[in-house]
Structures are given as C-alpha cells and as structure tokens.
C-alpha cells in the first residue's frame, strides 16, 4: 500500500483534506492496478479512516480532494466516511482520479455525495478515465500534449481560474472506450492473475521503484524476460491472450 494525506486550514475558514497521488513506488502503481479486481484497496480504506479522523477532530464544514489515485481516495472517503461527517463536506474534488468499479456508482452512499463531486481531466486524459462510465466531469486545458498532461502543473490557469475546454480529444475518448471495455471484458481471476504477474516481472529486477528499474534498464529487462521464462505455463498463455483481446478490440475500432 501507498498513502498519504494532509489537511490545510485555509485563511477563509475553510478546512481541506487532501490525498496524495501515486508516488514512483512500482508497489504503489500495483496498488493502482488491484483497481481492476480489488474493492477496497487498502489506500481507499486509510483515507476512509484519516476522514473520520480529522472530521472528529475538527468542527465546521470540511473540502476533500486529491489528484490521480488521490482523486479516487477523496471520493472513496467521502462516500464511506460516517454519516455525521459525509454531511458537513462541502465539495469534492477529483483532478484527473480514476472512477470505481460498476457496482460502487449503485451504491446509496455514492448517490449521496455525487452532486458534490467536481472531476477535472485533461484534454487527452487517461488515468482520469479509468473505469470511468457515470462521473461527469470537466476538462481543463493543458499545455503539454498527450499523457504528460496528467500533470496538473501544466493545466492553464487564467485569472485565477482553470481555462476549461469543450471535452476530452475525440480520438482520447475512443482509446478510453476501448481500454475500459477490454478491462470489463476480464473475468475477476483474469485481473487479478494479468495484475499480479505484470508486477511480478516488474519486481524481478528488486527495484522500488520505477526510476530505479528505467535507470538501470538493461538488468531490469533481463530479469523481466527471466520472469516471464519462469511464469506458471497456464499464467502465461492467459497473459498473452488478453493482451490479443486489447489488440482484437483495437482493430476493431479501427485504431
């Protein structure tokens, strides 16, 4: 698991909770990944838990947000957080977060807290689409291109206020389309084998992170192909098979 949170008291009063994204931790970026497969994640049940803290702790109305996996824990919290507390939040604020799975959008804790939800992705976003079918949201401009726009640092700021345009890039959202219609394809035990072995080759190198895996590359790869030669034969055939399915979908919307 990888978590962090923080709280700031604003010079209005206000009070905002704020969740850490994903850090470069390779540990984390699997967290990210049991997603797919995986309700709660461990991170999501210690912003449920930091919430209910500081709402204790803390009279008056409370802010929550976060930015990528950060954006999904503010949601997660608010909408899990007791009762008492859920009621004085006040707004919610997902920059670029994932969505959940099907079943969490059905919940009455999620009806509950929806209208107070602000979501905000880039023009080419793709981590902020991620199982993404019933948020609404907004899209900022951004003065990057493609997936370094996930970096809030470069969305446009004008006047003190976010620059906002039409909708996401035509072509983005097909790409989304289609990633999240290949991973509602997946079985759980699919996910869940496709997700544990894709980070099992990662970690064969014994690397923390993914700066330290990219900056000695050629070890890092030697030990992944080793990884993949030692892989349960039935494991490995069910890799490559839903890697072709990604790639029969692709084609089939004419990517």
């Excluded at 895996?213 to 990884?227: I, M």
Aim: glycine share 6%; with cysteine.
């Amino acid at each position: 698991s990888q978590f962090c949170a923080i709280t700031f008291f604003l010079e209005n009063g206000l009070v905002y909770v704020a969740f850490r994204g994903t850090d470069d931790t390779i540990i984390g970026w699997k967290e990210d990944f049991n997603m797919a497969f995986l309700a709660p994640i461990p991170a999501q049940e210690k912003a449920m838990r930091y919430l209910n803290q500081i709402g204790k702790m803390i009279p008056g109305p409370l802010m929550v947000g976060g930015h990528s996996k950060g954006g999904n824990l503010a949601v997660y919290a608010a909408m899990r957080c007791e009762p008492a507390i859920r009621k004085r939040i006040t707004a919610i604020y997902s920059h670029d977060g994932p969505g959940f799975r099907m079943e969490t959008f059905e919940t009455a804790e999620y009806d509950a807290i929806k209208s107070r939800i602000h979501k905000i992705v880039p023009y080419s976003s793709v981590i902020g689409m991620l199982l993404e079918e019933h948020e609404d949201y907004r899209t900022i401009a951004s003065y990057q291109v493609g997936m370094l726009q996930h970096d809030p640092y470069s969305w446009i700021i004008h006047n003190g206020e976010f620059v906002y345009e039409k909708d996401l890039k035509r072509r983005r959202k097909k790409q989304n389309k289609i990633l999240n219609e290949w991973i509602s394809s997946l079985q759980e035990e699919e996910r869940q084998i496709f997700v544990d072995n894709l980070f099992g080759i990662f970690l064969a190198a014994e690397k923390d992170t993914i700066t330290e895996w990219t900056d000695d590359l050629k070890n890092s790869l030697l030990a992944a192909g080793e990884c993949v030669k030692e892989m349960d034969e039935s494991h490995r055939k069910m890799m490559y098979s839903i890697v072709k399915r990604l790639r029969r979908m692709k084609r089939k919307m004419r990517l």
